[in-house]
């Protein structure tokens, strides 16, 4: 079935230790998008890719990066992780212009800083 | 700007009883799409249903049902005969006509008690 994949489902990391998570599609969206959700908020969008082309939030801090290398593939960085970054981050995916419209969801990646 | 208010933070029913979420939302886009999600324990976004802003025709899904009033800005969402397994967040969210912003409620937490 195609689907959105995060790996891994839960990340454990110290405090300022780099963390990368990755999310990778088999529906072949030219979108994808990273969101931050921390408990009992709505997801906050960080940023977004369409196709090749980098779209940052104002307010997503300079900690936070992301790689797109293939349609396929998205990763998300965060360079020094602090404990305010303990999160669910949800990978999404769409392809606007179709009659779908709607953003498909990855299964998360709760990640916790020690 | 875009903005969708979901005024209840949390809703706690007894099994069987019929509960309905409320979802009002902002938008300056004539043509736009609301979507409801449910977010169980495991965190992973669930998708419901999408209705396009020139579609208000109303959807019954088994027990659940959806009133969209575009004259009050208002996406409600019924659960009929409410079980234990339908305790979760709900978010309601507005994605623009561009279709690369969506926006979130706040979400309701619904708890339902056997």
């Known amino acids: 079935d195609a689907m959105v994949i995060q790996n891994p489902r839960y990340q454990v990391t110290q405090f300022g230790k780099p963390v990368t998570l990755s999310c990778s599609q088999t529906l072949n969206h030219n979108v994808m998008y990273w969101y931050q959700q921390k408990s009992s908020q709505a997801p906050k969008l960080l940023f977004h890719?369409?196709?090749?082309?980098?779209?940052n939030e104002a307010d997503t801090p300079d900690n936070f990066q992301s790689r797109r290398p293939n349609t396929s593939f998205c990763f998300l960085d965060i360079r020094s992780p602090g404990l305010g970054d303990a999160a669910m981050y949800l990978c999404?995916?769409?392809?606007?212009?179709?009659?779908?419209?709607?953003?498909?969801f990855g299964p998360g990646t709760r990640l916790t800083v020690t | 700007a875009q903005k969708v208010t979901q005024a209840q933070t949390e809703i706690s029913v007894v099994e069987k009883e019929d509960v309905t979420l409320d979802c009002v939302y902002e938008?300056?886009?004539?043509?736009?799409?609301l979507f409801w999600y449910k977010q169980p324990p495991s965190g992973e976004l669930v998708f419901l249903i999408r209705?396009?802003?020139?579609?208000?025709q109303n959807e019954i899904s088994g027990r659940y049902s959806w009133n969209f009033q575009k004259s009050t800005s208002s996406f409600n969402f019924t659960i009929t005969a409410s079980q234990v397994v339908d305790s979760a967040v709900y978010f309601c969210a507005l994605l623009n006509n561009a279709g690369n912003m969506l926006t979130f409620g706040g979400g309701t937490r619904l708890m339902v008690k056997p």
């Open positions: 999404a995916t769409s392809r606007p212009g179709t009659d779908s419209y709607e953003q498909y």
């Open positions: 890719y369409y196709d090749k082309d980098f779209n």
């Open positions: 938008t300056r886009d004539t043509t736009y799409y």
């Open positions: 209705r396009n802003s020139f579609d208000e």
